[in-house]
């Protein structure tokens, strides 16, 4: 049986903003993803990988700013780097005026990227013979600004250029694409497909990008066995919801006539590990008091120094208490803490509104807005209401009202 390595890394968004971190945080963490990068070639050497398969979103917009740039084009230029493969996403799209796949655009601006270095430049699928590897073919297709999001490309009428593996032989498929109701949300269907056309295609194995959570697709193929198709996900978490590690995939493929086996197993390219942990507020008479029941559920959770961590409060606070955020030990304590908010109300007692004969404006307010509440069955309806109920009882009560009730997001 033959061998065959690759190293499989995307969604890297070499430039992205991180406008969710303060600036000194996006300095670093633009670090964390160009040391992950160098961090995939040294891996590849090491490993004596055959090649890096990129499956798209290397870069973050079509506008990249030129030190990204810059470091991406050197990051591969290294001795003993082996042949990299890159099948452009929807965050980077190929055309004929980009700024860092263009070979006349790079030139213009004195920048080529490495000989071993393969960008597939055609919607269409096009095949890539690795050197050395006569019987094994790598094929690839980029995102274009100008394709159909729902263009299919793993159905007949896509693959018709691949045909059959030669004897003997494996075909191995690169690209950026979305798996069927698997689509997280808010995140657009870019070129999707389904795992009953991933197990009719001719490829033993299917290097995917776009989904930014590791995932797979088990072969159920006579003679194969194993992965048929995975995510690595993103190489750095992106934002505090990517939770768990991040990184590449090492794929190992075993391949002789009629039969093949793939193995895929992580490796870990994030210092920074995401969490999301649950703190108890009930009774909190202070925004300090706050900051202590979450730097407590912090230490519980065992998060350091270099994690990203998102707080869930929960509970009633005592009625008056405003937290904005976290104070300074909190945010402190880890690399970025932030504080989910909806889950925490004030403490007001709505047994007594309910039951009062609304002979006041607050009553009557808090009357209707409950039977509303009880009403409705649909949970974002739900949400809305108790906002609004306890906004306006906040109005009532405190003569103010502070954003407190719901997630603004990182």
């Keep these: 049986m033959a061998v065959l390595r690759f190293l499989q890394v995307s969604d890297v968004h070499l430039g992205r903003p991180f406008g969710w971190l303060d600036a000194e945080h996006r300095l670093e963490r633009r670090k964390d993803q160009r040391e992950a990068l160098s961090l995939v070639v040294t891996q590849a050497?090491?490993?004596?990988?055959?090649?890096?398969?990129?499956p798209g979103d290397l870069f973050d917009q079509e506008g990249v700013?030129?030190?990204?740039?810059?470091?991406?084009?050197?990051?591969?230029?290294?001795?003993?780097?082996p042949p990299v493969l890159i099948a452009p996403g929807n965050h980077d799209p190929w055309f004929d005026a980009s700024p860092y796949w263009s070979p006349r655009m790079l030139n213009a601006r004195g920048f080529a990227w490495p000989d071993h270095v393969h960008v597939f430049s055609t919607p269409a699928w096009s095949a890539k013979a690795l050197p050395n590897l006569a019987d094994v073919r790598v094929w690839g297709r980029c995102y274009t600004p100008r394709m159909a999001s729902v263009e299919r490309p793993l159905v007949p009428e896509a693959l018709q250029a691949v045909g059959p593996p030669a004897p003997g032989g494996i075909e191995i498929a690169v690209f950026h694409g979305s798996r069927e109701n698997r689509c997280p949300p808010g995140q657009q269907v870019v070129a999707p497909f389904s795992d009953e056309e991933v197990r009719s295609t001719p490829f033993a194995y299917i290097a995917v990008g776009h989904y930014h959570a590791a995932s797979r697709i088990e072969s159920h193929d006579a003679g194969a066995g194993g992965v048929q198709l995975a995510y690595a996900g993103s190489a750095v978490a992106l934002d505090p919801t990517e939770l768990g590690k991040h990184g590449a995939l090492e794929v190992t493929i075993e391949f002789g006539p009629g039969r093949h086996h793939v193995a895929v197993e992580e490796v870990e390219l994030d210092?920074?590990?995401?969490?999301?942990?649950?703190?108890?507020?009930?009774?909190?008479?202070?925004?300090?008091?706050?900051?202590?029941?979450?730097?407590?559920?912090?230490?519980?959770a065992k998060i350091d120094a270099f994690d990203i961590a998102t707080v869930r409060l929960r509970g009633r606070l005592v009625k008056g208490v405003r937290y904005s955020g976290p104070g300074g030990s909190l945010a402190a304590r880890a690399f970025h803490v932030r504080t989910d908010l909806r889950g925490v109300r004030p403490d007001y007692d709505l047994a007594a509104y309910r039951n009062a004969e609304a002979s006041t404006t607050e009553e009557r307010f808090a009357k209707v807005l409950l039977e509303r509440l009880d009403g409705a069955n649909d949970p974002d309806e739900r949400t809305t209401i108790e906002s609004a109920l306890y906004y306006g009882l906040d109005a009532f009560r405190l003569r103010e009202v502070v954003p407190a009730y719901e997630d603004f997001g990182p």
Excluded: M, P, Q, W
């Design 271 to 300: 210092l920074r590990n995401v969490l999301d942990v649950v703190a108890d507020v009930t009774g909190c008479s202070s925004a300090e008091e706050v900051d202590r029941r979450a730097l407590k559920a912090l230490d519980e």
């Design 65 to 81: 700013d030129a030190e990204s740039l810059a470091f991406a084009l050197h990051a591969f230029d290294v001795a003993g780097c």
């Design 45 to 54: 050497i090491e490993r004596a990988a055959h090649a890096i398969l990129i």
